[in-house]
């Protein structure tokens, strides 16, 4: 019996593999879960409207999620886990097959803060997916990444975090562009843009381009020294 209370207590939540195929969005969406967030959009320059989703579990559980470096899971959450789901859409069978399936990356709703569910958008736009995800409280936070497909994978290609303070407007945002290897940072105040900002740029320095598999979740790149992604 003890065995058994032990292996229950250590037992941990398994995400579930999303269908393959299917015509729909409520088709390709797995049992006890909801899709709260849907859009069409062409993603692999077919001129297709391909389909990105956001899938949420009914039930909250116990989540150890990453952040600070990527690797180190190191804050338990009591939440609903949510899945993103890319697929491509066949022309000649009308389908929609899995690209990617991604359990770490789309924020929980526990995880804005006092402003509530961080997920703001999922959209597509000229063959790329945003998402953009804002939190916190007297000082807000704001996130924006863009995936793109190629060679048979999905890359990031461009980021803007944006920190300010509602009441005063001090912010620092910072502009992120992975393929020319720049960084944009603008400090000042949100409120007087032409007047009280100074704009930056730098060279980015980093191995290779991330993805969903190498980019885990937000807040868990420490793209520089105490600047986190």
């Not at 195929?21 to 320059?45: C, F, H, M, R």
């Not at 804050?75 to 886990?81: A, D, G, Y």
Request: proline share 3%; hydrophobic share 35%.
């Amino acid at each position: 019996m003890l065995c058994a209370q032990i292996c229950f207590a250590q037992k941990t939540f398994i995400f579930p593999k999303i269908k393959p195929q299917g015509t729909s969005s409520e088709q390709l969406t797995p049992p006890n879960w909801t899709a709260i967030d849907q859009v069409y959009g062409d993603l692999n320059n077919d001129a297709i409207e391909d389909l990105a989703v956001v899938f949420e579990y009914n039930r909250t559980i116990d989540e150890t999620r990453v952040y600070g470096d990527n690797s180190s899971a190191i804050i338990k959450e009591t939440q609903k886990p949510r899945i993103l789901a890319i697929f491509f859409k066949d022309k000649s069978t009308g389908t929609f097959n899995l690209s990617t399936q991604n359990n770490d990356f789309i924020l929980r709703s526990a995880e804005g803060g006092k402003l509530g569910d961080p997920l703001q958008q999922v959209a597509i736009k000229d063959q790329q997916l945003y998402l953009r995800f804002q939190g916190g409280a007297e000082w807000r936070w704001e996130l924006g990444y863009t995936f793109k497909y190629e060679n048979k994978d999905w890359f990031l290609t461009s980021a803007i975090n944006l920190y300010f303070n509602q009441n005063s407007g001090d912010m620092t945002e910072r502009v992120y562009d992975f393929k020319t290897r720049e960084l944009f940072t603008t400090v000042g105040n949100l409120h007087r843009r032409d007047i009280a900002n100074r704009r930056t740029s730098e060279v980015l320095y980093f191995s290779q381009l991330r993805t969903f598999k190498t980019f885990k979740k937000p807040w868990a790149w420490e793209i520089m020294p105490d600047v986190y992604l």
